[in-house]
């Protein structure tokens, strides 16, 4: 089935609107005000622009729209599809959320370099859009490599030699793997004659050598797992947590680890497609990596002291989450992927929020100095708790969804082991984001450290209560709003159409 | 006067740089001002041949003094040339308005040798890409050559001894080319370019032709900096006076690569065996320049002397893109000498304003430089981001057209050579990137203080944006420039 096609230039607004904001941001350096109204305002337009699109891509239609030929043959076109909305709904509206907090963060914490943060994050924002609705490799890799450079400006944000060393270690893990990343689109192009994403896969088995199509396909995918952090590769996103809160709560939890494990999803689903990779064996090594971190992510996590560092070790392993799901190629393991991108947003954001307004308001950055921090920020600690509890798979919150098709999904492939790994993740989230609760609520303060503290900012309490409550929403009416998990189902019933009729 | 446009793009700065001396001793201003008008009129009579070459896709032959080729000296202009002209005189205009800044407080002796030599250095040029005489070609490049030369000597004290160095190295390039054409004019008997490509056909196996192209490949290689010939390279870009040293860099050493384009493809034919064989050896050297050239431009302290070991470098894209040897490669490379050319002269145009203004080119002593002059760091970064091959700048998508032509062909080696110099490329960028933004100021010395409201006068602020942002320009619309015009010309080349 080939969706209806609108011809509409509302994609690359929603791209365009942020790129506009980060030029004013810069212009008005000088007034803090009008600055943040920048922000605000793009925020609002985006998510307006995305979720008017929403009832026409939910109905099965498609929004397409070619700007100029970026080069001969290929077009710079972006097209909202059922993953594409999904992803850009998402990021659309967390940005909204993270634009408030920012500025209670960045202000509550007396940051210096405040208009180069707006404005790369301004830019972080339209890359993240521009990856979600693209509709070829192309304009893909561009909006990647925009991505990877916007983001540089906010990992080196304390300009310190720590901030400096993490950014040469992100700029060295992502650009390398990006230029591999363009060997293979530029292979996919060669073979195939187009580099245009069709669910389902473009290549298939008699176009090259066996190998070959191995080869290139770990090319392309380690670009996105390395944005993703997968193990080994995921000492960039760790020592990345120096940047501010805010960053590491959209960009590193969302926007950017996101967009890695998107490309993934592009790349499997619709790339190479589910038939082909079934076929040449090449998802499955993929898929017991992204078990291995899963397992071994949960275990570092458990170690750390620092709550960011505890916090971006658990993002390691629950980004593997969405490439396990894609990997295992079934119909409901691409449903529980695409949803756990929605899923894991929602609570990962919430955590970081709640560990950012612990930071601004107490100054306190370690988990063991947080005894009875529960007493004094009873709002940041229970939105914190119910987080947790999703991350671990509890019913009623939004990551239980995610995970039970997951589940589901590695029984129709016959794969209980990975059921095996999903169960002993969940226990080894309650061992890591439990205690922190625990110390929070049940323990007493010794020093009194907290007396003087009361509840964070309203500009940071507001949007982590609202992000909280949508992860229980979610857990409950996963439909919710921006119709997600049809998206997904959707996106997933055309990728594996043509295999196996996408039937369950 | 429409049909005089061809030769005027040589003809007017030509004449301008030889009267400009004695404008200059009446009044300073008169001499500059005229040969900046010349370059101007040269580039409007550029931008005119190309529309006219696109509207009517037939090349233009102008014949000098009416003398028809074989026999008089003939300039041709297809798609190709006229593109390359009229970035030429493009670049040219640019960085004359840049350099009048630098010249504000210059006694008329030297206001009017560095506007002659200038516009010689443009003549010459311009003059080299439009020809269709070999014998004409060398009458070219020995103008711009010579006034190169001294634009470089008038840098200051070092530079004298980097000026004499490449005059030696490059009159040895000059003579080599020169003993080629002697070679060709010997068993030919003419010297035009298309009467030449008939001509040379039943003789291309002969020892006198295989003599000649490895004389062509030496005489370019050395005034391009081909590795290993590139020695002079990087003392003559570091010591070059700074207001022309962005026009040195950025098409001085392109413009005998296009030669070799011309030569190869269009005269000799890509398809004989000599040839091939040229280019395959010429593909391995520019490779090892990539490589050489990245590293030697990680170890630099000097930003101008990293940039002219990356000139080493990006050279070797182009040579790449002629070995690779099928459209893509072809589109890949042309589009990297546009490309190049933009970038480089950014590059030399924004470090020229921070010496301009701090009188410092150490990169190590960039610190803070982005709160003092944003615009210049605007340049510089998208410039740098474009020499990494980052999209959407136009650096990538030169990248982009030599890997798809390597890829079709099957050359792996150039794919992993051209993404190993993108990241040894990202290394020395980002070193500066870093200084620039994260290390504190510098706390430098303002040489000159820019008088308005400006980081340096307009004269500067403009060609560095206009350049700058014409990157990106570059970028965005790579598509209509290979279709509308690369395209058109090329494909007829691998026809033959």
């Not at chain 1, 580099?195 to 176009?207: E, N, P, Y």
């Not at chain 2, 049909?3 to 004449?15: E, K, N, S, T």
Request: charged share 10%.
């Amino acid at each position: 089935m080939t969706p209806d096609v609108i011809i509409d230039i509302r994609p690359f607004l929603a791209v365009g609107v942020s790129m506009l904001a980060a030029l004013l941001i810069m212009f008005s350096d000088k007034k803090p005000n009008v600055r943040e109204a920048w922000t605000l305002i793009a925020a609002f337009l985006k998510v307006t622009i995305i979720f008017s699109m929403l009832p026409a891509v939910w109905s099965g239609q498609v929004y397409e729209y070619t700007l100029f030929n970026i080069v001969d043959g290929i077009g710079f076109t972006l097209k909202t599809d059922a993953a594409g909305m999904l992803f850009a709904g998402l990021s659309s509206f967390l940005w909204v959320l993270t634009s408030f907090y920012s500025i209670g963060y960045m202000r509550g914490h007396h940051e210096t370099h405040q208009t180069g943060y707006f404005a790369s994050f301004a830019v972080c924002m339209s890359a993240a859009m521009g990856i979600a609705m693209a509709a070829n490799l192309a304009t893909f890799f561009i909006f990647f490599e925009i991505l990877t450079l916007a983001t540089y400006p906010l990992v080196i944000h304390k300009r310190d030699q720590e901030a400096t060393d993490a950014g040469r270690k992100y700029l060295i893990y992502t650009l390398v793997t990006g230029q591999l990343f363009l060997a293979g689109i530029v292979f996919v192009y060669v073979v195939t004659g187009t580099t245009d994403f069709v669910a389902g896969g473009i290549l298939s088995k008699d176009m090259a050598p066996v190998w070959v199509l191995q080869v290139v396909f770990f090319m392309m995918a380690l670009a996105g797992m390395v944005k993703a952090g997968m193990m080994p590769f995921h000492g960039w996103l760790v020592s990345a947590m120096v940047a501010p809160t805010p960053v590491s709560a959209l960009l590193h939890a969302v926007a950017v680890v996101k967009a890695g494990a998107f490309a993934v999803l592009r790349v499997v689903g619709y790339v190479f497609g589910p038939a082909l990779l079934a076929d040449i064996g090449a998802a499955q090594w993929l898929a017991w990596l992204a078990a291995f971190t899963i397992i071994v992510s949960s275990l570092i996590a458990m170690k750390q002291d620092n709550l960011k560092r505890r916090l971006a070790f658990s993002t390691v392993g629950q980004l593997s989450y969405v490439v396990l799901g894609t990997c295992i190629l079934a119909p409901l393991s691409l449903v529980g992927a695409m949803f756990h991108i929605v899923a894991h947003a929602t609570m990962k954001i919430t955590l970081f929020f709640c560990a950012g307004a612990i930071f601004v308001t107490t100054h306190k950055a370690n988990i063991s100095e947080m005894q009875g921090i529960g007493r004094q920020m009873p709002f940041t600690m229970t939105a914190f708790t119910v987080a947790s509890l999703g991350i671990a798979g509890m019913p009623f919150v939004v990551g239980f969804i995610s995970k039970f098709n997951l589940a589901m999904g590695a029984l129709q492939m016959s794969q209980p082991l990975y059921i095996a790994v999903l169960i002993a993740s969940a226990l080894l989230a309650l061992s890591y984001l439990m205690p922190v609760s625990f110390m929070a609520f049940f323990k007493k303060n010794e020093h009194g450290d907290f007396q003087s503290y009361g509840e964070a900012d309203k500009m940071m309490l507001i949007p982590l209560m609202i992000t909280a409550i949508m992860a229980v929403v979610w857990g409950i009416m996963p439909n919710f709003g921006g119709h997600f998990f049809d998206l997904a189902t959707m996106a997933a019933q055309s990728i594996t159409q043509s295999w196996i009729g996408g039937a369950w | 006067m429409s049909q005089h446009f061809p030769v005027l793009i040589a003809v007017l700065p030509l004449a301008a740089a030889l009267i400009s001396p004695l404008l200059s001793y009446i009044n300073r201003n008169l001499g500059k001002w005229l040969v900046l008008t010349a370059i101007g009129g040269s580039f409007i009579s550029a931008v005119n041949v190309l529309l006219t070459v696109l509207s009517t896709g037939t090349p233009i032959h102008y014949y000098m003094g009416d003398w028809p080729a074989p026999i008089g000296i003939e300039f041709v202009l297809d798609p190709l040339n006229a593109t390359l002209a009229t970035l030429v005189t493009f670049v040219a205009l640019m960085v004359g308005v840049y350099g009048t800044s630098f010249l504000a407080d210059a006694d008329w002796l030297k206001t009017a040798g560095y506007y002659t030599l200038y516009g010689l250095l443009t003549a010459g040029l311009a003059g080299m890409v439009i020809t269709g005489d070999v014998f004409n070609l060398y009458v070219f490049l020995e103008i711009s050559s010579l006034a190169c030369y001294g634009l470089i000597a008038l840098g200051g004290k070092k530079s004298v001894l980097a000026a004499f160095r490449y005059l030696v190295i490059g009159t040895i390039g000059a003579s080599l080319y020169l003993l080629g054409v002697g070679y060709l004019y010997g068993i030919t008997g003419t010297l035009n370019m298309a009467d030449l490509a008939e001509r040379i056909v039943p003789l291309l196996n002969s020892p006198a032709v295989y003599i000649a192209i490895g004389m062509f490949i030496v005489g370019f290689g050395i005034k391009m900096a081909l590795f290993p010939l590139h020695g002079w390279q990087p003392d003559a870009y570091t010591f070059a006076h700074p207001a022309a040293a962005a026009l040195i860099a950025g098409i001085m050493s392109k413009v005998p690569a296009y030669a070799i384009l011309r030569f190869f493809f269009y005269v000799f034919g890509a398809d004989s065996f000599v040839i091939s064989t040229g280019l395959e050896i010429m593909g391995i050297l520019a490779c090892c320049g990539i490589v050489l050239g990245s590293v030697m431009a990680i170890a630099q302290q000097d930003f101008r002397r990293m940039l002219a070991y990356s000139s080493v470098a990006q050279i070797g894209y182009v040579i790449v893109g002629f070995a690779i040897g099928n459209v893509y490669g072809l589109i890949g490379a042309v589009l990297h000498i546009i490309n190049h050319a933009f970038m480089k002269s950014t590059l030399f145009l924004t470090i020229g304003g921070v010496q301009y203004r701090y009188g410092e080119s150490n990169i190590y002593k960039l610190g803070g430089i982005y709160s003092k002059m944003p615009a210049t760091t605007v340049a510089m970064v998208i410039a740098a981001m474009s020499m990494i091959g980052l999209p959407p700048t136009g650096g990538f998508f030169s990248k982009w057209y030599l890997v798809l032509g390597a890829m079709e062909t099957g050359q792996y080696l150039f794919i992993f050579i051209i993404i190993l110099s993108s990241l040894l490329n990202a290394i020395y960028f980002f070193r500066v990137i870093e200084q620039i933004f994260i290390v504190p100021d510098a706390k430098l010395k303002e040489v000159n203080k820019p008088k308005g409201k400006l980081e340096l006068p307009w004269q500067m602020v403009l060609p560095i944006l206009v350049m700058g942002l014409g990157i990106l320009a570059l970028g965005f619309w790579n598509e209509p420039i290979v279709t509308n015009i690369l395209n058109f010309a090329l494909p007829e080349v691998l026809l033959r």
